[in-house]
């Protein structure tokens, strides 16, 4: 049964509203502004996309436009946070952090610079822009950096809680953001905190078999439609939101693991690097657990609707279904 | 704490103190390249002049209290002439000379290419070229939110070669739309680089007109008068409405005649350089040599 993070419209099976996880964004950094002088943004050229103009049209002073330059972006940034200020620097994440990946390292992570780093338009729900556009592999080259916290919110109101949770938090954050609409999945009210895992769908004791979903990001409502099928086929399932992605949530992950038969992951990402693959790191070396990981398959994206592209790679509710049932057989 | 004003005019026994100093710093980075066996020798002897007088003459700096919020900001773009950066700010007090021999080695504090983090009073990590310059570029621009008249300037040394890096020109197209007064960028135009001569690997020339393009304020300068660089820095503070650069034209591997101008020490410390002028046993003690007493002209014993 659905845990009280859960929206009640949800709950009652009712018409899910859809936002975009950007406008969450775009509202918390013009909150985040208005709570601390010290916050700056900077942007490459995509400030309404980015929903970074709220704040730039609100402090124009505090906002730097850096024209199309990422790698500057990443360094100025730097520049900017070693004189005491709070900087946002926000694009696609195929360019930011796809394409500074070394200017983040060097000059943000190496010096666990105060950046914010917000990527934009991340998954192949980015849609007919095609793969040029959809990143994919985002989190695995921001996880593997030391220093960075690297964090997917589910929906629009996880969204501008990450944002001004990045804002509080010292030191280098990561946190990807979606284009299209996606469903509303919690409340306003559901708590928010940087490295904590939160039980979102609990399962049935009295059924034998019990698969666990860990998920990442805005394929949540995804995973508890699965559940909710599961269960009316007779598997149990539970589903374990993994917001952040590093630091991973091990103990959160140790306890929902011990607690089912196998485990399935789910993100729009590569299973390679991403949530599937901190997952299974983690767990082979301390409760080796059979796992079935939805995600891009090691493939580029493509043109084409949204929802097309999420079942076309396997990660719609059918899907998640199928290797909730495979993988506890 | 130094509040002396930005730039002040320098007698002829000022400017014999700073040439000096410079030579001390020479040596010092000729005994740390030597025990560490590896890094860089042509640049950072070749930029002792502007580092001496940087930490020794202009910036607003306080040793014994290197985060000093107040100071002026010395970001190095190309992290692989550290000995010199290391050196100069030794002599000037941030931390014992005889640390500097600990340069590469297991723990130390002066990491083969600078990590800000390791050692109070370095302002930026590099190495990866290009990256300087921006930093540099979002100091001034965070530093003029908070003062548009501020007097307090962001000194960016960058190579010659470093200016290949499509990054430095994102950061100069950021600082002349931003038309930053408080940046003063100083190249080291040596005309090499690890390959050869930058003619042959990518020619930049001419580069005074690229940076004037980009909305600079350039000057040309000899790098080894330590008069002329006054005056080229005292000039750039006094721009305003638009950043400065000034291009420092320097020898690689100058104070030692048999490295100078040879783009085979740009990248091996003494002992591991090129045989034809000075074998390689000898090249650490010829070097040490000539700076001592630079090539005869002065007695600098005391500072050895």
């Known amino acids: ?329 | 704490m130094y509040t002396k004003p930005n730039m002040q005019y320098l007698n002829s026994e000022q400017i014999s103190g700073l040439e000096t100093q410079a030579n001390a710093i020479r040596q010092s980075i000729i005994e740390m390249l030597t025990e560490a066996g590896s890094g860089h020798t042509a640049g950072p002897l070749g930029m002792a002049d502007v580092f001496t007088l940087l930490y020794f003459a202009l910036l607003k700096h306080d040793p014994t209290n290197p985060d000093w919020v107040e100071r002026d900001r010395l970001i190095l773009s190309n992290g692989h002439i550290c000995p010199v950066l290391y050196a100069t700010m030794a002599h000037a007090g941030y931390f014992p000379v005889e640390e500097l021999l600990t340069l590469r080695k297991f723990g130390t504090r002066l990491q083969g290419h600078p990590h800000r983090q390791a050692l109070p009073g370095l302002e930026n990590t590099s190495g990866p070229l290009g990256s300087g310059l921006s930093q540099a570029v979002g100091m001034a621009i965070a530093d003029r939110m908070d003062n548009p008249y501020t007097s307090k300037f962001m000194y960016c040394l960058t190579g010659d070669g470093e200016l290949q890096e499509g990054q430095i020109w994102e950061a100069a197209m950021l600082a002349g739309k931003e038309k930053l007064h408080n940046l003063i960028v100083i190249v080291d135009r040596n005309g090499f680089q690890i390959d050869g001569y930058t003619q042959d690997v990518m020619p930049m020339e001419p580069l005074a007109e690229k940076w004037e393009s980009f909305g600079f304020d350039v000057q040309e300068v000899d790098g080894h008068s330590m008069r002329a660089l006054n005056d080229a820095i005292g000039k750039a503070q006094a721009v305003y409405s638009q950043p400065s650069v000034i291009i420092a034209h320097t020898i690689g591997g100058k104070g030692v005649d048999v490295f100078e101008r040879d783009f085979r020490w740009h990248g091996n410390p003494p002992g591991k350089g090129p045989e034809d002028r000075v074998p390689k046993s000898d090249q650490a003690k010829v070097a040490l040599q000539k700076l001592r007493t630079l090539a005869g002209t002065i007695d600098n014993n005391n500072h050895a």
């Open chain 1, 1 to 329: 049964m659905f845990t009280n993070h859960v929206s009640e419209v949800i709950k009652n099976g009712g018409e899910v509203e859809q936002v975009a996880t950007r406008n969450g964004f775009g509202e918390g950094l013009l909150e985040a502004g208005k709570r601390d002088a010290n916050v700056v943004a900077l942007c490459c050229d995509l400030t309404e996309s980015t929903k970074t103009h709220l704040f730039a049209n609100e402090f124009p002073e505090r906002f730097v436009q850096v024209g199309v330059a990422e790698q500057n972006l990443a360094s100025v940034a730097s520049g900017i946070a070693s004189m005491g200020k709070v900087p946002f620097m926000t694009s696609y994440a195929m360019f930011s952090p796809g394409r500074n990946w070394e200017q983040i390292r060097t000059t943000i992570a190496y010096n666990n610079a105060n950046v914010k780093i917000v990527g934009s338009h991340a998954g192949v729900s980015v849609g007919p822009d095609g793969a040029t556009h959809q990143a994919i592999e985002d989190i695995a080259i921001m996880r593997a950096v030391p220093n960075m916290i690297v964090v997917a919110p589910a929906d629009v109101h996880e969204a501008h809680k990450v944002t001004l949770a990045a804002a509080q938090h010292d030191g280098p954050i990561y946190f990807r953001l979606g284009r299209s609409s996606t469903p509303v999945v919690t409340t306003e009210e559901t708590p928010f905190e940087i490295g904590k895992a939160q039980l979102m769908f609990t399962c049935d004791e009295s059924l034998k078999k019990k698969v666990g979903i860990v998920v990442t990001g805005s394929l949540l409502y995804n995973a508890l439609m699965a559940a909710q099928e599961l269960q009316t086929q007779g598997i149990g399932a539970s589903v374990l939101h993994m917001a952040t992605i590093k630091p991973l949530d091990t103990e959160a992950l140790s306890e929902f693991a011990a607690q089912h038969d196998a485990l399935v992951t789910v993100e729009e990402h590569q299973v390679i690097g991403g949530l599937g693959g901190a997952v299974a790191e983690f767990l082979s070396e301390t409760n080796p657990t059979k796992i079935a990981r939805i995600g891009i398959h090691d493939q580029f994206g493509q043109s084409g609707e949204p929802d097309e592209l999420i079942a076309h790679y396997g990660m719609d509710v059918p899907s998640i279904v199928a290797a909730g049932q495979r993988v506890v057989e």
